[in-house]
């Protein structure tokens, strides 16, 4: 059964960047053709769309975070990972790792403040 | 981007009813290509429904989606308690990737 793991800093201060990783267990990360992508939602609000990757490298960002995300991807330790800079209090946010189009596998979430 | 609308905001209705939820997108949603997901309190989304009305692995037969274009159905065909979740509609069938703001059902 595939797992997702997102794994960082539950706190981050404004300005800085957040960075998220999300481990990926009960198989490979470069054996298909899926997308892997991040969702954030704001405490009590809606899904919002930050970014898929391929395992070749190919992404895809919404236009509204495209200047401060940048997502990678590490085949030899079956990991993808967010990184989302300046950030500010709106980034506040659960984010989750995902598999697919559309989304068939999920991460459990972690929740990121951005506070001093 | 295209922009998707749910309605109602918020559906109140016992056990044993039927729940129809929409999702209104603001230009034609390419290939059928949208998906309902279900997120429990505290939990993370769980896809019922991809392509429009394909079920996914494991999703109860009182999960049904339809509709194309621009104008798209969720309908439970009878409500149980454990029903209560907000429910998303996402479409994926031009980038970027975007969601509705997810229509909450309460069970009476």
């Known amino acids: 059964q595939l797992q997702l793991q997102e794994s960082g800093p539950g706190l981050v201060k404004p300005s800085e960047t957040l960075s998220l990783t999300c481990t990926v267990s009960?198989?490979?990360?470069?054996?298909?053709?899926?997308?892997w992508g991040w969702v954030r939602q704001p405490p009590g609000k809606g899904l919002d769309y930050i970014g898929s990757?391929?395992?070749?490298?190919?992404?895809y960002f919404n236009p509204s975070l495209k200047s401060r995300v940048t997502i990678s991807v590490d085949t030899s330790n079956n990991q993808f990972s967010l990184k989302l800079s300046s950030v500010t209090a709106a980034d506040t946010a659960v984010y989750y790792c995902?598999?697919?189009?559309?989304?068939?596998?999920w991460g459990q979430g972690t929740l990121v403040i951005v506070s001093s | 981007e295209i922009v998707l609308t749910q309605s109602p905001g918020t559906l109140s209705l016992s056990p044993g009813e039927r729940a129809t939820l929409s999702c209104r997108a603001s230009q034609s949603v390419s290939s059928s290509s949208l998906a309902w997901y279900q997120q429990k309190p505290g939990q993370a989304p769980r896809l019922l429904i991809s392509d429009a009305s394909s079920r996914a692995t494991g999703i109860p037969d009182r999960f049904s989606g339809s509709g194309s274009g621009t104008d798209f159905t969720l309908t439970i065909s009878r409500l149980e308690p454990e029903d209560l979740a907000v429910y998303h509609c996402?479409?994926?069938?031009?980038?970027?990737?975007?969601f509705g703001q997810g229509t909450k059902v309460e069970i009476k």
């Open positions: 996402q479409q994926y069938g031009s980038s970027p990737l975007t």
């Open positions: 009960g198989g490979s990360i470069s054996s298909s053709s899926y997308y």
């Open positions: 995902a598999r697919g189009t559309p989304y068939s596998y």
């Open positions: 990757i391929h395992y070749s490298g190919s992404t």
